[in-house]
C-alpha cells in the first residue's frame, strides 16, 4: 500500500528556533498534501493544504508566517516551525493525496512529529 | 465551519463485546471514513465509505454511509485486546474533517 513518511519522528528544540518536518509520499506522486496538527487527547485538526508548485492554501487562524509550508515536488512538503515557542508543542501530521492508479481521492497519513519547544 | 459529532466519547468494555460508535454532521460529505490511531502514531484507515446507503465490511469491522450523507456508524464485533486506540470518524469532500475521536478501552 501507498506510504508516507515523516522525519524527524520526534524533536526537541529551544524557544525562539526554527523547525523543519518534511513529509515524503514514498511511492506514489502527490499534487496535494496536507498538514494536520494534534494536542493530546484531542483530534486533528487541519491546518494548511499544501500544493505542489504553490502557495498552501491555510485555514482560519493558522498564521501562514508562523507555519512555513513549501512543496517544492510531488512526493515532498515540508512544514517549517518558525520561532517556536512552548505552545508550539504537538503532533503534528501530514496526509498525501493519491489521485493516480484508480486510488480515487485515497489520503494517506504519515505517522507523526512530535514537536517539544522548551 | 463544518463539524462532526462522535460519540461515545469513550467506552469500556469487556473483551470479546461488540462496539458500536456512530458520527453525525450538520453538512452533507462525499465519503466517510473511519480511522484507528495508537498512541504517538498517525491515523490508519479502517474503512472508506463513498455512497449513501453504502454498507461495507473490513474483517470484524462494519461501517455504513447514512442515507442523508450527514451520518455514519462503525461496529467493531467481537473485540480483542488490539482493537484498544482512538477511533476517529472523517467526513471528506475536499478536505477531511475529523470527529473527536472514541477512545476503545478493554477491560482484563
Known amino acids: 500500500g501507498a506510504v508516507v513518511s515523516q522525519h524527524p519522528s520526534r524533536v526537541i528544540c529551544k524557544s525562539g528556533t526554527s523547525v523543519k518536518i518534511e513529509c515524503r509520499s514514498l511511492?506514489?506522486?502527490?499534487?496535494?498534501m496536507f498538514w494536520y496538527r494534534q494536542f493530546p487527547k484531542k483530534s486533528l485538526m487541519l491546518m494548511a493544504t499544501?500544493?505542489?508548485?504553490?502557495?498552501?492554501?491555510?485555514e482560519q487562524g493558522v498564521e501562514k508566517d508562523k507555519f512555513l509550508i513549501n512543496h517544492a515536488s510531488l512526493t515532498l512538503s515540508t512544514l517549517t516551525v518558525t520561532s517556536a515557542h512552548p505552545e508550539d508543542s504537538s503532533f503534528y501530521i501530514c496526509?498525501?493525496?493519491?489521485?493516480?492508479?484508480?486510488?480515487?481521492?485515497?489520503?494517506?497519513f504519515g505517522p507523526g512529529t512530535r514537536l517539544l519547544v522548551l | 465551519g463544518q463539524q462532526l459529532n462522535q460519540s461515545p466519547q469513550s467506552m469500556f468494555i469487556q473483551e470479546g463485546e461488540d462496539v458500536s460508535m456512530n458520527c453525525t454532521s450538520s453538512?452533507?460529505?462525499?465519503?466517510w471514513l473511519w480511522y484507528k490511531q495508537d498512541p504517538g502514531e498517525g491515523p490508519v484507515l479502517l474503512i472508506a465509505?463513498?455512497?449513501?446507503?453504502e454498507l461495507t465490511s473490513n474483517g470484524r469491522l462494519t461501517a455504513q454511509f447514512g442515507i442523508t450523507r450527514k451520518d455514519s456508524f462503525l461496529n467493531i464485533s467481537a473485540s480483542i485486546p488490539s482493537d484498544v486506540g482512538i477511533y476517529f470518524c472523517?467526513?471528506?469532500?475536499?478536505?477531511?474533517?475529523f470527529g473527536k475521536g472514541t477512545r476503545l478501552h478493554i477491560l482484563p
Open positions: 496526509s498525501a493525496r493519491d489521485v493516480w492508479q484508480g486510488r480515487g481521492e485515497t489520503q494517506y
Open positions: 511511492d506514489f506522486q502527490a499534487t496535494t
Open positions: 499544501s500544493n505542489e508548485g504553490s502557495k498552501a492554501t491555510y
Open positions: 453538512s452533507i460529505f462525499n465519503t
Open positions: 465509505l463513498y455512497k449513501a446507503g
Open positions: 472523517a467526513g471528506q469532500n475536499d478536505k477531511i474533517i
